[in-house]
């Protein structure tokens, strides 16, 4: 008997039939964890199309490439510095 007649005659029976197991739920992940999901995501795009625009020049220069991945580099630090400010958590002040 076919998977599919089973699901089908289960439904007949008023849903006593086998059913599917139900679906895992995503891990709920934390801010940092976005953040650094979303800096790994632009980081690596723009690593990706500096080496491109440094592959596809007329003339190859190693030098620009590094600069421009030092650049990115720099920007991904500072893009993290500034994330952690703008979405930290205001801890509530406990006095004793």
Do not use: C, H
């Amino acid at each position: 008997m076919s998977r599919q007649l089973k699901r089908q005659i289960g439904r007949a029976q008023g849903e006593r039939g086998t059913k599917p197991s139900p679906a895992r739920r995503a891990r709920p992940r934390s801010r940092e964890q976005r953040l650094n999901r979303i800096l790994l995501i632009g980081g690596g795009g723009l690593a990706i199309g500096a080496v491109m625009l440094a592959v596809l020049a007329p003339r190859f220069d190693g030098g620009m490439l590094a600069i421009n991945l030092v650049a990115i580099a720099v920007g991904l630090l500072m893009g993290k510095g500034i994330g952690m400010f703008f979405f930290r958590r205001a801890y509530p002040t406990t006095s004793k």
